[in-house]
Nanobody, 129 residues
Framework: QVQVVESGGGLVQAGGSLRLSCVGS?????????????VAWFRQAPGKEREFIGL????????EGPGAEQERFTISRDNAKNTVFLQMNSLKPEDSAVYYC?????????????????WGQGTQVTVSA
């Protein structure tokens, strides 16, 4: 089974930046590894549904979801380190949420939580005013 672990969250003032990491490990019974999957970022604020931010393929192609914050959020991938990043700049209090990454074989803006194969435990991001 391929597992993912998020890190990099924390408390930051409005206008600040954070870079979240999603590290993959393991192998499926069919010998698939982290690098064989697309990786998605989601976020979930208290009382709200989990929101799709964006998706990156093994080759680095990106598709943005409804939660994408254009020009403020950037997704990237380092396959040699089995890591996907979410760079967040100019953070706002409304960006406060638990941020999750997950593996999927789905590709498209219509990605939903139902398409995620393996979730991480999430990392908390809190932006103070």
């Amino acid at each position: 089974q391929v597992q993912v672990v998020e890190s990099g969250g924390g408390l930051v003032q409005a206008g600040g930046s954070l870079r979240l990491s999603c590290v993959g490990s393991g192998r499926t019974s069919s010998r698939r590894t982290f690098g064989d999957y697309n990786v998605a970022w989601f976020r979930q604020a208290p009382g709200k549904e989990r929101e799709f931010i964006g998706l990156i393929s093994w080759s680095g192609e990106i598709t943005e979801g409804p939660g994408a914050e254009q020009e403020r959020f950037t997704i990237s991938r380092d396959n040699a380190k089995n890591t996907v990043f979410l760079q967040m700049n100019s953070l706002k209090p409304e960006d406060s949420a638990v941020y999750y990454c997950g593996t999927t074989t789905f590709w498209g803006r219509e990605l939903s939580t139902q398409n995620i194969i393996s979730w991480g435990q999430g990392t908390q991001v809190t932006v103070s005013a």
